[in-house]
């Protein structure tokens, strides 16, 4: 018997309704995980995040392993009794961390070595430690160290990352051995089709647990993500679950499912609640801005959070201008129960054989990308503690 089994209960083209089974209980697919980066989803306890319909969150090796560090977690009961979290967990590998965050990184054959954005200490990363670390959270998924590059990227370097990630993969096989977890293999291979199916050949090949597609988000074209989406969906094995890493706004969930994807995590959510947007069925709506400053009516009229419930965007507004704490859990609890809630929403329609009703009702009334811009300083950047 594998660490975690996905049942595929329904299918509606590509889009999938499964079980996951975890030996923390079982998950729902079509399923989005919120970002719990450092064991805690940022202003949101265990009890909001089941109140939003969470069933399986996601935390972050790199950050763990900086801060407080593994063996801590490890002393104090593993992550579950650390966040007091007791559903299932999956953790990144730190791979994109490494890139997007360290001040100076040298990767080699053996792993890279990179200074902490924490403290500037020197830090060593190989496939093995990566592992170790993962063993050590006792988490229900595991994910290999791999190479991320950021788009666009030759041909040439391309293949040298996916090489170096593909021998990383081979090692961390090893190293995971009989340990607990399920340990899934990371496709790369950039925006190239040729090295993603080479990737998803070799991955699949050596029989692993479920699949993460990697190495998107990081600023290619629409048409190229959901189109290598497609590809690596549709080469996988129907028996594993796919993870999207990294994925994304509302309507991205919705195309990507429509792809065949089982699994999302992402930090938008709870990184644009912090500066004041909320995402409601028609659109995403700028709390901060003046013409909410007397609006009675709630974040959407449609949504049972807390937040909706009980209060008026009148005063969201008002709480974000004074600065005021309480604003942050509201908006992440809402933001959250959204994209929760239009998981569910396709879930449903996939059993019912409607999806592609739903996709296209979706997708008119909320539009194709629902992010307003909330300015260079908010999101362009990667924010450490995310």
């Not at 912090?274 to 709506?285: E, K, L, S, V, Y």
């Amino acid at each position: 018997m594998r660490a975690v089994e996905l049942t595929v209960v329904k299918t509606d083209g590509a889009a999938r309704a499964g079980r996951l089974r975890t030996p923390h209980g079982e998950v729902e697919t079509p399923a989005f995980m919120p970002v719990a980066t450092q064991g805690t989803v940022k202003s949101l306890s265990p009890d909001d995040l089941r109140a939003a319909g969470a069933q399986i969150i996601l935390a972050n090796t790199y950050h763990l392993f900086l801060r407080p560090g593994h063996d801590v977690v490890r002393e104090l009961g593993g992550l579950h009794r650390f966040m007091a979290w007791n559903g299932p967990i999956l953790t990144d590998s730190g791979g994109f961390q490494v890139w997007s965050l360290a001040k100076l990184r040298k990767i080699g054959e053996d792993g890279v070595e990179f200074r902490s954005h924490v403290d500037g200490s020197l830090r060593f990363l190989s496939p093995e430690i990566c592992v170790a670390i993962q063993h050590a959270l006792g988490v229900d998924i595991l994910h290999p160290l791999d190479e991320c590059l950021a788009y666009p990227a030759t041909v040439e370097a391309t293949e040298r990352s996916l090489a170096l990630t593909l021998r990383w993969l081979r090692r961390s096989v090893a190293a995971h051995g009989r340990g607990a977890g399920a340990l899934f293999g990371i496709i790369q291979g950039g925006a190239i089709p040729e090295l993603r199916r080479r990737a998803v050949e070799e991955v699949c090949a050596l029989d692993l647990d479920g699949h993460a597609i990697g190495g998107l988000a990081v600023g290619e074209p629409k048409d190229v993500m959901y189109a290598t989406t497609e590809l690596c969906a549709g080469l996988l094995p129907a028996d594993r679950p796919r993870y999207l890493m990294g994925v994304g706004k509302p309507a991205d969930l919705v195309e990507c499912v429509a792809r065949g994807v089982d699994m999302f995590d992402c930090v938008l959510p709870t990184r644009n609640a912090r500066n004041g947007q909320a995402f409601t069925r028609d659109g995403a709506i700028t709390i901060r801005n003046a013409r909410f400053a007397r609006d009675p009516s709630p974040l959407d009229p449609e949504c049972r959070c807390e937040a909706c419930r009980l209060f008026s965007r009148a005063y969201l507004r008002h709480l974000f201008a004074a600065r005021e704490l309480l604003v942050y859990r509201l908006l992440s609890l809402h933001n959250l129960t959204f994209y929760l809630g239009l998981l569910a929403d396709m879930r449903a329609a996939i059993l019912e054989g409607r999806f592609e009703a739903f996709r296209a009702r979706f997708l008119g009334r909320y539009g194709d990308s629902g992010v307003e811009s909330l300015g260079s300083s908010d999101l362009s950047s990667t924010d450490p503690e995310d």
